[in-house]
């Protein structure tokens, strides 16, 4: 059965860091754009960031440039979230799912990784 898990959420004091990691099983990542995705208690659906497969080509919501970084690594079927200088407001489920690129719809999304920025 194909589908996506993120890992590497956590309890993180606010400046900390943590890397994400979704990785696909039952199918290749290599032709998919991927979006990186949060949501908090309360709040809507966010997009965080994207890579594509086209060309690498990332991007990144305005609250994190900076402090997020989105990379891909083929050979693993994984993509990282490598998350720096982390806020109480990064605090939310995150999630990661698939597109045709990164202006489309996503799907195939995974079951989410609880990330806690809190001191």
């Known amino acids: 059965q194909s589908h996506l898990v993120e890992s590497g959420g956590g309890l993180v004091q606010p400046g900390g860091s943590l890397r994400l990691s979704c990785t696909a099983s039952?199918?290749?990542?290599?032709?998919?754009?991927i979006g990186w995705f949060r949501q908090a208690p309360g709040k809507e659906r966010e997009g965080v960031s994207c890579?594509?497969?086209?060309?690498?080509?990332?991007f990144y919501t305005d609250s994190v440039k900076g402090r997020f970084t989105i990379s891909r690594d083929n050979a693993k079927n994984t993509v990282y979230l490598q998350m720096n200088s982390l806020k109480p407001e990064d605090t939310a489920v995150y999630y990661c799912?698939?597109?045709?690129?990164?202006?489309?719809?996503?799907?195939?999304w995974g079951q989410g990784t609880q990330v806690t920025v809190s001191s």
């Open positions: 039952g199918f290749t990542l290599d032709y998919y754009a």
């Open positions: 890579v594509s497969h086209s060309d690498g080509s990332t």
């Open positions: 799912a698939t597109s045709i690129n990164c202006h489309a719809d996503f799907g195939s």
